[in-house]
Structures are given as C-alpha cells and as structure tokens.
C-alpha cells in the first residue's frame, strides 16, 4: 500500500504557489526585455552569456549544453539561429575531432556587452529592488537549499560562494 500523501498545509501552499507563479511570470519578463533590446531569448542569452564567462569565449557543444540545461538538439538549433546571426561560430573541438566546439565571435561579445547593462537592470527592478538586503540574503540562502536538491552535481550553478566576489 503507497504512503499516505503529506499535503500541504496552508502556509506550504501559499508558498509553493507563489514560488511557482514567479517561475512562470520571471521568464516571460526576461523573455519581453531581451527580445526587445537585443531580439534574443532568454535562453540565447545564457547560451551567449556561458560563452563569454569561458576561457577563450569557447566550449564543447556537450559543456554548453550542460550549462544551460539543454538537449543537444535544441542546443543546436539555437547555435544554428545565432551563427546566423554572426554572434557564435563552431568548430571541430582541437582536442577531440568528434566533438565541437562554440565560441563567441566578436560581435556576439559585443551584443552580450551591450545587453547585460539592461539584463542586469530588469533582474534588479523585477527581483532585488522588491527586496529588503536581509530578503535578498534569505532568497540566496533558499535558492542555495533548493539547489542542492534540484541540482546536487551543481552542473548549471556556480559556487555561489564564488559569485560576485572579486
């Protein structure tokens, strides 16, 4: 016989609706913000952002995808978009002629330089400005919790020990 279901209680629910309410709204806003200032996605973006945070603003396509969470086949599809664009080129990785690697073209470096100013300022309007700093070090202390569950190898977070400190 199945364990009996532990539902919510009304605090819980009210929590985990208003956490799923802002994964639902947060994306479509970041979406409306790049789409207008650079034409890109919100995956694009992080696609072009993992690139320029790289050594060499290069990856594997397998690194890449790990990175932002993606299929290859949709990863590449995206890639595709952007090499039309100019913003990134592939190439056979030097390392191994089976894989290939991404890199970003000067002008994707531009775009992400140019972009990342206004990211940067709707992620502060939508999220941290509506915080207290005490809020602010909770939601990281929250975030960094749930982490270790939804992602325990840490393949799409940094340490975040090691975020924002020079």
């Known amino acids: 016989m199945p364990p009996e ?22 994306p479509a806003q970041l979406d409306s913000q790049l789409q207008q200032d650079a034409g890109l996605t919100h995956f694009e973006y992080q696609v072009l952002a993992m690139l320029s945070e790289a050594s060499g603003r290069t990856l594997r396509m397998s690194d890449l995808a790990r990175r932002t969470n993606a299929t290859l086949p949709r990863l590449s599809h995206v890639v595709r978009r952007l090499e039309d664009r100019g913003l990134v080129e592939r190439a056979p990785c030097t390392d191994d002629r089976r894989a290939t690697n991404a890199h970003l073209t000067e002008d994707g470096w531009d775009l ?34 749930m982490l270790q569950r939804l992602d325990p190898e840490g393949r799409l977070t940094p340490p975040l020990d090691e975020v924002g400190r020079a």
Do not use: F, K, M
């Open 5 to 26: 279901t532990r539902w919510l209680t009304p605090d819980e629910l009210r929590a985990w609706l208003g956490l799923v309410t802002v994964a639902e709204l947060l």
């Open 112 to 145: 992400v330089v140019r972009t990342a100013p206004g990211h940067v300022e709707t992620a502060r309007a939508l999220v941290v400005d509506a915080l207290t700093p005490e809020q602010v070090h909770l939601l990281e202390e929250l975030t960094r919790t």
